[in-house]
């Protein structure tokens, strides 16, 4: 325990302008609206981790080791349909997005700050309504929900659970509005488009996704409450409806949802491999605009989910090769990360673990998304475990790693205090090492062909299957290691300072924690972002 | 919350900005609506070409004189808009609330029409998937296919109407007690967007449900 | 005690070891990208690291290097390219079942897999087959989509409720393999599997006539055929007949040719007025709900062995 000797100055900042909750619960300031959103999600991320440690435990015996394959269904169910609407879709965007796009853009909140708190209750009450149905019984469609076994033939709680996403995807929708008025709109003097920082490049990426891809999984989830309500038939074949078409709306927005998980995650690696390494970042125009190919293209390859499921094979070629396309400024964005480490002065604290760990990952998760967007061997592998490995490894791998190294990184900021950093390049060294040994081992388990959502299985499949579950007990427990040190330093924590990684960006110019109105006069930028070379000009000259 | 006086919202540096941004919003949301929309068309387009004597066969029961004259209400509707947002341009007070009314008026005969004159005579002749759908003739399950989509996309339409004159007797209110001035009618003209949105997508959905295929 | 386990599937398909191939070289791929990503961080990392608390930011920093950004464009575009030419070239020629394969047709349902061979020989949650020898599955779901997947064989491929599709393959090597349900279907699905068995030709053969009553899967849709009354139109003349009707073109009332297949003889028992066959009013009921699946397909049966001389039997 270190407890700092400086007295803290009696400054008025956001967080302790007003202690009432009210003043929490009815706050606009989008700082005190992220912390909202981080609460919440951190609750879903257990709700939904649970679930997988309860899945994990059974796969250790073949025949089940707890529960009954029902049971098991719902387990994953929940977990596919907790973890990726209500975990990952809000994480970065919601809570660091909510925290940074007002401070790095120099403005004073976003540009509709009535509307980021309402998108905050939407969000809770599409939440409450998926954990009644959850507590109510449960529901097994898989996060996927196709058609028609979700509208005819489950009895659990579809209804209840399809509403509540729907309702959270309005969330989602409001929240890319705002914060693409705020980026287009708010930028302080001098701060062209070309100064932003890449993670708000990042941001503007993923906002489009939202406003584009969201009401289109919406309309498709009220065509599933509306058939499972008066059954009507649109994706009963027995009725002359077409269940494909049911996966061709799902897949429009759900493969898209896939780069708002990742998106934000490479905005922030952009940031933090800068920042400790002290370098400007190397092809920052590259960079920017994959950020925005990534979204663009994401948007045309939804077919290659569906190349085993009937469709044409043309159509399985043509979805084939434009997946193929979005590898390209992946690859780039990873080559120009490693760049920006030549000659640079590295260190290595937490947050700077978790962008190394987030490239490592995303570059074995990539490269497997190769395997699965060639229509031949997609023949062989969809969905099975590998499957399931590579999405794991750009959800978990990249999009947690980089949600995890944003809390890291940006802390002190929000909360004013550090933590503890040994402990936390522990855990993130846990949680390495954790993930690689739960994952790797479900390349192979796919390869030879187990297929996904099997709460019973082979025998023969036992051994990776025990190794994989070694390794989630021990990436849970790399996982509950922050969250000890967090509420230890929220109150404890020695104080951070103004800007503790001594980076450049608009939101260290601030203090930590910032006034509510972020900046005491509005600041005005003059150069491009990440600056190192001119502090260390500075420093020379003085 | 801004106090009243207060014509900038706190966020903002002026008026002009609150301005830009708030019609940015409303494009970005019209956005939104044609994605939600277009999943409709889609859906719609792709079962249209699948069954398309059945969907020409339900598109014939439809009353397309009806449907006409309701498309004409809404255009004349979008017509009073315009002309509330010029009203509101030029600070004339009277002439918007005036205007606001008939566009309130107009789009309640529009709702009438559709609810009393239409949907509840296509449930009453059983034309109603799910609740009461009598039709026998041929292929009568692409018929219905048909008439779900019917519901449910002027349902969705006529749900944005609703909303819409929701957010007209707001405005109302907010007029009557002089909110708006040359200066300041933002609100009016964002829901002038909304406005003529939805009129845009009733011009798509009309020929798409009621003309392809009728037979005159 | 955990089995051993192997770290490549067996490869017992004629597709299996090209779909490896594509495998091997994406893997080489992969390791040598990653490898190199890894080792540039690592020595960077190393090289570079920050030495004391107050080292300065480096000054002259190169932020950008046009002929690197193409390099590492370009590379990876041709290698994705290679890649894509290479599995949609499998992927193509793999799509086409031969004409000589033999037909077998599958029925899912939650939560089984019910086969039936044309010599009216049935099996659940099992697949006998001879090895090589092409083998062409016609499959249909009775309620939820289902996908019929072997391992090593390495094809799958969705059974969808209300449409035929197909999936072929030709095994080489004698042997018990698995087969799984790989699309989720409800509460049985990890339950929904079974075992292909890879028999010997006269294995095959003996195995084939064993325990058959010698009604064949056409002898089953002659008595629907006569049971169900479609004798009474299409045997005398007021609806199209069938002899010599399967895999011709049939002109429609609107004008259209479709070719008188699988799924065309499905649809027409049970959506009787969706294509009208030219010069015939459309007078039939629908037979939805009175037939199943495996009725139909006997009827399909049928009908295809009146378009032939003999009767096919299923057997080469």
Known sequence: MSSTEVPIEPRVHYLNADYSIKSWLLTTDHKRIAWLYLIAITFFFTVGGVAAVLMRLNLLEPQGLLVEPETYNKLFSSHGIVMIFFFMVPSIPAVMGNFLIPLMLGARDVAFPRLNLLSWYVFMAGGSLVLYALIAGGVDTGWTFYTPLSTLYLNTHVMATATGVFIAGFSSILTGLNFVVTIHKMRAPGLTWFRLPLFIWAMYATSIIFIIGTPVIAISLALIALERAFHVGIFDPALGGDPILFQHLFWFYSHPAVYVMILPSMGVVSELITSFSKKKIFGYHFIAFSSVAIAAIGFLVWGHHMFVSGQSIYAGLVFSALSMAVAIPSAVKVFNWTATLYKGSISYEAPMLYALGFIGLFTIGGLTGLYLATTALDQHLHATYFVVAHFHYIMVGGAVMGYMGAIHYWWPKMSGRLYPDGWARVAAIIIFVGFNLTFFPQFVLGYLGMPRRYAVYPPEFQTLNVISTAGASILGLGYVIPLIYFAWSARYGPVAGPNPWNATGLEWTTASPPPTHNFEETPVVTEEPYGYDRIAEEIQVA | ?216 | MPHAFPLVPQEASTLAPAVDHLFYFLTAVSVFFAALIFLMIFYFAVKYRRRSKDEPPPRHQVINNIPLEVTWTVIPMILVTIMYFWGADIFVKNAQPPKDATEIFVIGKQWMWHVEHSNGKREINALHIPVNVPIKLTMTSQDVIHDFFVPVFRVKKDVLPDRYTTEWFEANRIGKYHFFCDQYCGMGHSLMRGWVYVMSQDDYERWLRSGVSGVTMADQGETLYHQYGCITCHGTGKGPAFRGLYGKPVLLSDGQTVIANDSYIRESILYPTAQIVNGYPAIMPTFKGQLSEEQILQLTAYIKSLGSKERNTGTP
């Open chain 2, 1 to 216: 919350m801004p106090n009243s006086h207060a014509i900038v919202a706190e966020q903002f540096d002026d008026r002009e900005q609150q301005h830009e941004a708030a019609s940015l919003g409303m494009w970005i949301f019209l956005g939104t609506e044609i994605m939600f929309f277009g999943g409709l068309f889609a859906g719609y387009t792709v079962y249209r070409n699948l069954y398309t004597t059945a969907f020409e066969a339900g598109s014939h029961l439809l009353n397309a004189k009806i449907g006409a004259l309701n498309t004409a209400v809404l255009i004349c509707s979008s017509l009073t808009m315009a002309l509330a947002v010029h009203a509101a341009q030029t600070g004339k007070r009277k002439r918007l609330m005036g205007f606001l009314v008939s566009t309130m008026v107009l789009g309640g005969v529009f709702l009438y029409i559709k609810f009393i004159l239409e949907w509840l005579h296509e449930y009453r002749d059983g034309l109603a998937p799910g609740l009461h759908f009598t039709y026998s003739g041929p292929q009568a399950s692409h018929v219905a296919l048909f008439f779900c989509f019917y519901f449910l996309m002027t349902g969705v339409h006529a749900l944005h109407m609703i909303v819409g004159e929701g957010i007209m007797t707001v405005l109302l209110i907010m007029a009557w007690r002089g909110k708006f001035s040359e200066r300041s009618h933002n609100h009016i003209e964002i829901a002038g967007l909304y406005w003529h949105f939805i009129d845009i997508v009733w011009i798509f959905l009309f020929p798409l449900l009621y003309l392809l295929g009728a037979h005159f």
